[in-house]
């Protein structure tokens, strides 16, 4: 009679921690964000995380990561304008608008810098993009991509976007660097390739890096590996709090009583707060405690005279 080979002993389950704040991750190239992500949460042990739009492959730099009750403001970042710096190469088309692509079409390019800024200034504004085949947009519940791969292309629909800011950082052709503040939904990568159509020699995308989405920026992110380095007692200390997420809207303070009605999802009537002007006209407003340490307790709609809980923040004492 045989026996059973002995089964290996199971490793001990790493306790996850209720962690609640915001970290600004300096995203590698070659890593998705989801997989950093996956990584983050480990590091932290944290019990919840979610990040805050993804960020491609081949791109790099900021992507915020929410812990905890963060993630109940991620959508907040999800709306806001992104910046980019983008290196486009003149004059080779490829199938996925980047460097990852085959090579669709080759032509001479006959630039000059200053024919190069000309051609970024008729892209600022409000403009109609054609999103890629090349992205996870779906159609008939499949996303273009799938269809992309099949080798078919279907037709999509132009969005209206929103270039804020276009500015020309570097030109040593065939490579030029732009920087570029977009609307949600913009893509990079089509709005080089549609810049490389306006020179008349088209252009793929070879590199980009996100330096901000909405107030926050690259100047306190970090990145995996100085978050793997670091000691355990010491990755608290690059979290920010929730509402670094929030740090447009006007603010609030409610006493004690006023909190404790709002934390019951109560609506308190304008008039029987004070509420500086700047609240009163913003769609959206963060509010916190006047005591209790003046924490957050949550984002509300002050409209139609009622200050409105949109969404609450739950504490231990709550």
Request: hydrophobic residues 40%; glycine residues 8%.
């Amino acid at each position: 009679m045989t026996t059973a080979p002995p089964t290996a002993p199971q490793r001990p389950r790493v306790p996850r921690r209720a962690l609640d704040g915001v970290l600004l991750l300096d995203k590698p190239v070659g890593l998705s964000s989801n997989d950093a992500l996956i990584r983050a949460k480990r590091l932290y042990q944290a019990k919840k995380a979610g990040h805050t739009g993804t960020l491609d492959p081949l791109a790099s730099g900021l992507l915020p990561l929410c812990f905890g009750e963060a993630t109940k403001f991620s959508q907040d970042l999800l709306d806001a304008d992104k910046t980019y710096e983008a290196t486009m190469r003149l004059g080779i088309t490829t199938s996925t608008g980047d460097a990852e692509g085959e090579v669709l079409q080759t032509r001479e390019v006959r630039c000059s810098e200053a024919g190069i800024a000309a051609a970024l200034a008729r892209f600022l504004g409000e403009i109609v993009q054609i999103p890629p085949m090349y992205s996870a947009l779906k159609r008939d519940g499949k996303p273009l991509y799938e269809y992309a791969r099949a080798g078919q292309t279907v037709e999509r629909e132009g969005r209206r976007i929103t270039i804020h800011t276009l500015e020309l950082l570097a030109c040593a052709l065939p490579d030029v660097t732009f920087r570029v503040t977009c609307s949600k939904g913009t893509y990079v990568r089509t709005l080089a390739e549609d810049i490389g159509e306006a020179l008349g020699c088209g252009a793929h995308l070879i590199a980009l890096r996100r330096t901000g989405v909405g107030a926050l920026t690259l100047e306190h992110a970090v990145t995996l590996d100085a978050l793997s380095d670091a000691a355990q007692s010491d990755l608290d200390r690059w979290l920010q709090p929730v509402d670094a997420l929030l740090s447009t809207f006007p603010m609030v303070r409610l006493d004690d009583e006023a909190a404790r009605r709002f934390l019951h999802g109560q609506r308190l009537r304008l008039a029987d707060l004070s509420i500086d002007d700047a609240a009163l006209c913003a769609p959206r407003v963060r509010v916190y405690a006047a005591l209790d340490g003046g924490r957050l307790l949550g984002v509300a709609k002050a409209s139609d005279g009622v200050l409105a809980p949109e969404r609450l923040v739950v504490t231990a004492t709550s």
